[in-house]
Each structure stands twice: as structure tokens, then as C-alpha cells.
């Protein structure tokens, strides 16, 4: 398969823990994004790297969390200290340079539940 | 702040019938503007894009969407929907640097 991948798919973690998710995009593509969706809403902007350096940051990524691409390949996204508003499922998503670089493709996502 | 609304939460249609899902966006400037679409199941994927030209740009699957600047919207639509096409839809903006906003999608469940 050489789509997007997500690992892990789920996770359930404690208020307070850690958790990192992985994302490995499609290889040839150098623009990686990171979006947050809860229930009933679609997917939230949190970052953007193209290659390895963080471009765009949304207000919505808190000091709790952190995302780091330090190959310009696959991506992490941290979050420390986790609260039960957490709880989501969390998507990435890349994409190749040029015209068509903001059409985006998405891998499967992580989701993540605080308990 | 820029928004996307996405008219209609959960539409429930009979085979055949015909698709218009709604969405508006606020944005003044020039956008790029996408369809998604989620089968259940899977991941997002993409339905349809416009990035210039044409108004009236068509997707896969038989879907089309129309661009209609001075409304500021995007509109969905398919003339005859499969019970295939049940899944969830989501409209999204590009405004300018590399944040997408995607709306808050729209259920279709086709009754076969």
C-alpha cells in the first residue's frame, strides 16, 4: 500500500500521559499536514510542513502539543499531558509540490481516546 | 474568520434520486475549493477540486460542483444517486497559504 499510513490506529491513554502518533506519507510527496476531528465536525487544521520544516501552526495546537518532521519523511505529533478534551481522532494527510499540491491525501488517522 | 457551512447535516434519499449538497464559505479573496468524501469505512478522499477556470467542474462517480463566486459557494450535486454513493461529504476552502477548512460535513444515507 502506498498511501498515507497512520500508526497506531487507536489509542487509549490516561489524563495526564503522553502519546505520539506517526504518520508516514506517500514518499514522493514533501508537504505533510496534521488535522484534529471530534464527533459531528470535519477535520481541524493543527499543522503543516513542507519537507521538514513547520510552515503553519494552528492556534488550536496548544503548548501541549508538538509536531516534528526531522527528515522531511515521516512526521510525529506529541501530546503530553493529556486531557480528557483530547479526545479525537487525529489525521494526517500529505501532498507533492506544484499546482496540484493542495490536493491532499489522507491516511486512515489515530484515533486517540483520554480516560 | 474565515468559515465553511455545510447546509445540510443528514440528507436521506431513495435511489435515483437527484444530490445537491450545500456549502458556503467566508472569504473575500481568491480560494481553491474542494469536495471530500468518506465511505464508511475508509479514509477521506477526494471528490472534486477547483482551483480556476471553468465554473463547473466535474469529480468521480458522476458528482459535479458549481462555483458561484458572488454567493460564495460550491455546491454539490449528482442528477441520480446509488445506494454506492452513501458516505459523508465534506466541502473545504484554501484561502491563501496552506490551511484547508473543511465544513462540518454532510451525511447521505441512499435507501436502495
Known amino acids: 500500500d502506498t498511501g498515507v499510513s497512520q500508526d497506531p490506529r487507536h489509542k487509549i491513554t490516561k489524563r495526564g500521559q503522553n502519546v505520539t502518533f506517526r504518520c508516514d506519507p506517500i514518499?514522493?510527496?514533501?508537504?505533510l499536514y496534521w488535522y484534529r476531528q471530534t464527533l459531528g465536525q470535519g477535520p481541524e487544521f493543527l499543522t503543516y510542513?513542507?519537507?521538514?520544516?513547520?510552515?503553519?501552526k494552528s492556534r488550536l495546537l496548544s503548548d501541549r502539543f508538538s509536531a516534528e518532521r526531522p527528515k522531511g519523511s515521516f512526521s510525529t505529533l506529541e501530546i503530553q499531558r493529556t486531557e480528557q478534551g483530547d479526545s479525537a481522532m487525529y489525521l494526517c494527510?500529505?501532498?507533492?509540490?506544484?499546482?496540484?499540491?493542495?490536493?491532499?491525501?489522507f491516511g486512515p488517522g489515530t484515533r486517540l481516546t483520554v480516560t | 474568520a474565515q468559515s465553511v457551512s455545510q447546509h445540510n447535516h443528514h440528507v436521506i434519499l431513495s435511489e435515483a434520486a437527484s444530490l445537491e449538497l450545500g456549502c458556503n464559505y467566508s472569504y473575500g479573496g481568491t480560494v481553491n475549493l474542494f469536495w471530500y468524501v468518506q465511505y464508511p469505512g475508509q479514509h477521506l478522499q477526494l471528490l472534486l477540486k477547483?482551483?480556476?477556470?471553468?465554473?463547473l467542474v466535474k469529480g468521480i462517480k458522476g458528482f459535479e460542483a458549481e462555483f458561484i463566486k458572488s454567493k460564495f459557494s460550491f455546491n454539490l450535486r449528482k442528477p441520480s444517486v446509488q445506494w454506492s454513493d452513501t458516505a459523508e461529504y465534506f466541502c473545504?476552502?484554501?484561502?491563501?497559504?496552506?490551511?484547508?477548512?473543511f465544513g462540518a460535513g454532510t451525511r447521505l444515507f441512499v435507501k436502495a
Open positions: 514518499s514522493e510527496h514533501n508537504r
Open positions: 510542513f513542507q519537507n521538514e520544516a513547520q510552515l503553519e
Open positions: 494527510a500529505s501532498s507533492s509540490g506544484g499546482r496540484e499540491s493542495h490536493e491532499q491525501y
Open positions: 477547483y482551483f480556476s477556470g471553468d465554473p
Open positions: 473545504a476552502v484554501r484561502t491563501g497559504g496552506f490551511k484547508t477548512i
